[in-house]
Nanobody, 129 residues
Framework: QVQLVESGGGLVQAGDSLTLSCAAS????????MGWFRQAPGREREFVARISGSGHTIVYADSLKGRFTISRDNAKATVLLQMNSLKPEDTANYYC??????????????????????WGQGTQVTVSS
């Protein structure tokens, strides 16, 4: 089973940029589609972005498209989330998730990640106004 460790969270001001990193170990990284999710206090976990094992298929939450960018480096077993123009409403605990995909180019659904994915412990992002 793959293990995931997120890093890069912190306290930033509105308008700032931040890059989160998720390091994977214990599995063949390229065989996993990867995803980022977030959860704010009192709210349900929310899908942010997901990426195929090849890195060529990417899906974003509609509300975040254009501000957030997901990428992966299979050689380093790492997935990144670049966040630009941060807003106070982006404040949340950000989680990395891994899910075995049907193919190198496939991206499982959000439900697949939630039901059967491996998850990290999260990294807190706080955006002040």
């Amino acid at each position: 089973q793959v293990q995931l460790v997120e890093s890069g969270g912190g306290l930033v001001q509105a308008g700032d940029s931040l890059t989160l990193s998720c390091a994977a170990s214990g599995g063949t990284f390229s065989s996993y589609a990867m995803g980022w999710f977030r959860q704010a206090p009192g709210r349900e976990r929310e899908f942010v972005a997901r990426i195929s094992g090849s890195g060529h298929t990417i899906v974003y939450a509609d509300s975040l498209k254009g501000r957030f960018t997901i990428s992966r480096d299979n050689a380093k077993a790492t997935v990144l989330l670049q966040m630009n123009s941060l807003k106070p409403e982006d404040t949340a605990n950000y989680y990395c998730a891994a899910r075995v995909a049907a193919s190198f180019w496939a991206v499982p659904s959000t439900r697949d990640f939630v039901d059967a994915g491996a998850w990290g412990q999260g990294t807190q992002v706080t955006v002040s106004s």
